[in-house]
């Protein structure tokens, strides 16, 4: 019930407070600045190995050989707020997110067992239970609901309070947002996906802006925070951004620093570097690292300080207005088993009696340095294809093939259907509206 109302208080706040007192119109909302949208994005993934789970290991989103997937029917409503100007303003948004990658998208910042302890702990009920209870893959998420205000405060200052994506690294949850329809290890397990908190941008000139905030409602160092538990639990979150004048070149530095829970003072914080280069305008660079730490973990070897890092390139080139080439290389060390989980589904999916709903197994987490290299294209095919319709036109498909290997450290370590690597041919398509 309490979900039920704060939903109605906030999205009145976002959205109808800003439309008080206009002429009721069919474009009440686009006079007020209200848009609603959002898209689908669906694929099917072909797996080499031809697992007998049909788990691709420890790749996720596209963790599913030989089955279509809805991956993502996300909708939203927001008000954007101005980036410049004398005068406030106000907005926000807020995310539904129905799918089979609804499960990464939720706030399950606190685990099923105490990180530090191994005790087992009751999760965030925010969007962790809003339905598909019968479906082991598809299941809802709330992954943004935020206000927002802009400050006429020197260059202008932007506010943003309440849970949203993560504004740390280079890859993001929202399908269209990525090159690749799988996602690097670097951001599924060396980042976080969202926040709870207070988070504001500063730009100080052309060259330089900065981000800061606060993060809470985790106890995964203030990582994928909800609203209902660990909300003492409060950490840091920050970035700088630096730019070339010609807007060619660009270098990006964020982190976050928080204690792991309320019942722990040990300290859990990483930071991740983006650079980004146009070598020329049709062909650009990326360059991403990520490095974490943990302290005191409970891992069966005993209490110990966790450490994580990984280093992915890409390289895109637009051959055409609506066609790109693209190329991603990466190395991500896990050295003591704690970030990476095969299948990570499975992981996010049990509870503290380990039960998955995903599985009627568990996911394994073994120390090991994880590669993978993936090749794809995004093609929208409406030009060639003659479509007139509008939402054809946005149509974007994106084939990929992906080779992963795995090299265990200490121990042997098979993930890929009882293999050391695995090959994916994969193609999604997505339709923003």
Known sequence: MYKTKF???????????????ADES??????????????????????????????????????????????????????????????WDFGGRFDLMLGTDAIFAQAYGIPAFDVNTGQSLKRSSWDLNLCCSSSRFYNMALPQLYIETYVPVGNGLNL???????????????????FFYTRSYTFSNGEPFTHTGLVGNYTVNKNWAFMGGAITGSATGGW???????MNNWGGLAGTTWTSDDKRSSVNLTGSYSRTSSRSNEPWAFYSLVVQHKITPQTRLVLHHTSGFAGGVFIPD??????????DMQLHHDLREDLSVGIRSEWFRDKDGFRVCSPLRVAQATNSVQISFAADFLATCKPANYYDVTVGMNWKPAKQLKLDSKLMQKLNIRPNIRYDRVDGIGQAYKPFDNKKDQLLLSV??????
């Open 428 to 433: 999604d398509a997505t339709i923003p509206f």
């Open 26 to 87: 069919p474009s009440l909302f686009k006079d007020n600045g209200i848009e609603v949208g959002g898209w689908i994005n669906a694929g099917v993934t072909y797996n080499a190995n031809n697992p007998s789970d049909r788990f691709n290991g420890p790749v996720t989103f596209a963790d599913r050989s030989k089955e279509f997937q809805l991956n993502q029917l996300n909708v939203f409503m927001q008000r954007a707020v101005a980036t410049e100007g004398k005068a």
């Open 224 to 230: 994928d925070g909800g609203w209902d538990k660990e």
């Open 302 to 311: 005993g209490h110990k300080d966790i450490t994580w890092h990984g280093v």
């Open 7 to 21: 939903l109605i208080v906030a999205l009145g706040a976002l959205f109808i407070l800003p439309a008080a007192g």
């Open 160 to 178: 943003k309070i309440g849970h949203f994506y993560s504004p740390t690294g280079y890859e993001t949850v929202p399908a269209p947002d990525n």
